[in-house]
């Protein structure tokens, strides 16, 4: 008979003497996230790597604490390289629609832009002032009317020359001019002009085609002086604007004198400041349509610095993008609508998260990248070319031929980290070639760390750091003991802590919750243990209706006695996350036949393909044992009663193999026992999930329909470490009301449930008749009898 377990292997408690503290807040909290050193090191690689293409993926699934982990590591491993820069964009005065990029020191952008500012302020009180004030009028009319006097001069002479010869020299249009024979003091009409003598009349013509030379040679002296004039008039602009503005600008080049593209744009500045001095002067509809839309009323804006992207001094830059858009990742430009009329300018040029991250790192969720559209594509463009274009999203789905800016690109360096599942990783790995030569690093988090000493001191330190953190009550060390315990019995091993962050963090939150609901100071393991009990209240809803089936006894169970082909198996059901366990029955029937195993589940469409898997291996297992030389003339039927959803796992394989042994030899199975356990095809039975969810729900069972003191679980032995059941069966195996058995082989599962040893072939092949091999035996035997008289 099997020996079962004592209490002290269904548990592994922690040891308070080895705690060296009494509360969580003597513990220094840890920088990092425990557990993760693999991950850690492949980021650390990553991130020191100065090469293109070493960006990194996380692996793991969501709550191990990925994002937490990579911020801890980057606050407290930042570099201060240098390698982060104020980005600005300005006016481009040749083409407008590609403005040009700065790169300042880390703020020298904003010191650049308050310059800008405070030049222009000054220059849009001080021009107007200054071109419209007395001084400059007076010159600026001086100037006018002395070559308005020599135009008008080269024009009298004309006049002068056309009077001698009885010819008036007239205006006929604004800028033209007109030379009229005379009657006296009236023009000519056309009638009198053509009544004249032929000699007079030729004569006018004469003298007036002499006098158009020498008008159009006038003319061209007007134009030449109207030009000497306009210039005259810029030299004078220039020379005001130079007085006003020239020693600010040569101030800000001696400033910025170690940013040559500064100096260049400065120079551009001035120049532009003569051409573009009506902008101070005059109201202009698009610069007062862009300052309205960026609620901006300083004009103009033309020289004002696009503050594109600021540092402060030795920041390097981590930024976490939780919508990963088109716009909000390579940034975008606005437009303005403005009396129907759309308008736009560098200064609505608007960053995006590569742009705030340039210089450092960029972290994202992998999955969101790729649900946005063409995200994808351009990331990885902007990763190859390591630089950053802004382009409209419009561009890049060809909707449209709207003329937009293209700004001049930024050069790149930032490393991405995305965190993501392993499919996701391996579908990127398959079917982009690209994303192995760009995301070159792995960072692999797991989801469990080994229990010892060491290491449950080290998840002492991360509950202390949570504390801390998330400004939680600091935790006795009681408390601590039953969260290590709970943390085991979530990664199903008692050697073992998950590592899964969020859960810890959930069960902290409410274990405060509760302290602080009672008044206390600190949390105690009856404050963790009110806060598990609770959320365990409030998600098992469908866990109670079952076992009200179980009570009201329309879930058919036996849990005592004996049933021949009859067993109770036991499964784990999930509701959104919530997880427990049930007994199910398991039956079988033995008849006439070719020795075939039909799975009533499989042929019905409810079983999966493990479960299917499952019931070939015992079919197999029971022909090599039966049917190895002779034809095994019995056929069988498998299914899980009052089963109406999918099966799957091959957990009930040696359940279904007891049932199906029990139905061959036709002994009775225990029913106050149910088994849990995969075999293989040499009759070992294989560790299987679940048995913490198993045993409690096999024993709720047993305690609705009554504890007798010899019900129990039967499990395989390797699963023994996988323990750490729940208080409540904890004491009933104390007290002897519930077992749990380890079992190795089929051999030793059927001696148990059958109540027999199974049995060891003699010399002859032949089972002893007192074994239950020897009843199966003896049965198949007896219908290969019958069969062979049949035939006869």
């Known amino acids: 008979m099997l020996k079962a377990l004592p209490a002290r292997d269904l548990y592994k408690a922690c040891v308070l003497k080895s705690f060296p503290f009494t509360t969580t807040r003597q513990l220094s909290p840890l920088n990092e996230i425990v557990g993760q050193n693999r991950a850690q090191e492949a980021v650390r690689f990553a991130l020191a790597m100065p090469h293109g293409g070493y960006n990194v993926y996380a692996v793991g699934r ?5 994002r937490t982990m990579m911020l801890r590591y980057l606050e407290h491993h930042m570099d201060d390289e240098g390698r982060c820069d104020d980005w600005c964009y300005v006016a481009n005065f040749d083409d407008p629609r590609e403005p040009r990029v700065l790169r300042l020191r880390a703020g020298d952008g904003q010191a650049l832009k ?45 006049g002068r020359e056309a009077e001698k010869h009885g010819v008036r020299l007239s205006i006929s249009t604004p800028g033209g001019y007109r030379l009229e024979a005379m009657n006296g003091e009236e023009p000519h009409s ?8 032929d000699q007079e009349r030729e004569r006018f013509e004469s003298v007036i085609s002499d006098l158009e030379l020498k008008l159009r040679s006038a003319l061209r002296a007007v134009a030449d002086l109207e030009q000497a004039y306009a210039d005259k008039q810029e030299a004078l602009n220039d020379e005001t604007l130079e007085g006003i503005a020239g020693h600010q600008l040569e101030e800000l080049k001696e400033r910025y004198r170690d940013y040559p593209a500064v100096i260049e744009y400065l120079d551009a500045v001035r120049k532009d400041l003569s051409d573009s001095l009506d902008i101070f002067l005059e109201d202009n509809d698009e610069q007062a349509a862009i300052a309205y839309a960026a609620l901006d009323r300083k004009l103009p804006r033309r ?10 001094d030795h920041e390097v830059p981590v930024v976490v993008e939780e919508n990963p858009t088109y716009h909000n990742l390579f940034g975008y430009v606005e437009n303005v609508t403005f009396k129907g009329s759309v308008f736009t300018d560098f200064s609505l040029i608007r960053p995006g998260s590569l742009h705030r991250a340039n210089g450092g790192y960029l972290l994202m969720d992998a999955i969101k990248v790729l649900e946005q559209p063409y995200v994808w594509d351009g990331l990885k463009r902007a990763l190859r070319s390591r630089s950053l274009a802004i382009n409209s999203l419009e561009r890049e789905l060809t909707l449209s031929g709207t003329i937009s800016l293209e700004p001049e690109a930024i050069p790149l360096d930032v490393k991405i980290v995305l965190f993501g599942d392993r499919e996701t990783w391996l579908l990127l790995q398959e079917h982009d070639p690209e994303f192995g030569e760009l995301f070159r690093v792995t960072a692999d988090f797991e989801n469990e760390m080994d229990r010892n000493e060491d290491s449950q001191l080290q998840y002492a330190k991360f509950i202390a750091s949570l504390a801390d953190e998330k400004g939680l009550l600091h935790c006795h060390r009681r408390a601590v003991a039953r969260i290590i315990e709970y943390s085991a019995r979530i990664a199903e091993h008692q050697d073992r802590l998950s590592l899964h962050a969020a859960d810890i963090a959930n069960l902290l939150r409410e274990s405060d919750f509760w302290a602080r609901e009672g008044g206390a100071t600190l949390i105690e393991a009856s404050h963790v243990n009110k806060a598990l009990a609770s959320a365990r209240y409030r998600s098992s809803w469908i866990r109670d209706q079952f076992f009200d089936g179980v009570r009201d006894g329309s879930t058919f169970v036996t849990v005592s006695g004996e049933q021949v082909g009859q ?11 919530y997880e427990f366990g049930m007994s199910n029955r398991i039956t079988a029937t033995c008849y006439y036949g070719d020795g075939d195993v039909i799975d009533i589940e499989r042929d019905a469409k409810l079983g999966g393909n493990i479960h299917s898997k499952g019931v070939m291996i015992l079919t197999s297992w029971l022909s090599a044992r039966f049917a190895a030389n002779d034809p095994m003339h019995l056929s069988a039927s498998l299914t899980f009663e009052q089963n109406y959803g999918e099966v799957d796992g091959d957990s009930a394989s040696l359940g279904e193999l007891c049932a199906l042994v029990s139905a061959l030899s036709g002994l009775p199975l225990r029913q106050d026992i149910a088994v849990t356990g995969s075999i293989n095809q040499f009759g070992e039975v294989q560790p299987v999930g679940g048995l913490n969810e198993k045993v409690e729900g096999f024993f709720e069972t047993c305690r609705i329909k009554g504890l007798t003191g010899s019900q129990g679980v039967m499990l395989p032995a390797a699963n023994v470490q996988n323990l750490m059941l729940d208080e409540d069966v904890l004491a009933a195996v104390r007290a002897g009301r519930f077992a749990v058995y380890p079992v190795s082989t089929v051999e030793e599962a059927l001696s148990m449930m059958l109540g027999r040893p199974a049995g060891q072939p003699g010399r002859s092949g032949n089972y002893p008749s007192n074994t239950v091999f020897g009843a199966v035996q003896k049965r198949l035997a007896a219908m290969r009898e019958r069969s062979e008289k049949a035939g006869q």
């Open 62 to 66: 969501n709550g191990l604490g990925k």
């Open 114 to 158: 308050q310059d800008m500012d405070r030049l222009m302020t000054r220059l849009s009180q001080v021009i107007p002032q200054t071109f419209e004030g007395d001084s400059f009028m007076e010159r600026s009319e001086r100037l006018k009317e002395e070559y308005a006097k020599k135009q008008q001069s080269e024009l009298d002479q004309v």
């Open 190 to 197: 056309q009638e009198s002009f053509d009544a004249l003598p």
């Open 303 to 312: 020289y004002q610095i696009n503050l594109l992207v600021h540092r402060k």
């Open 567 to 577: 067993i109770n198996g036991l499964s784990v059901l999930s509701t959104g996350g």
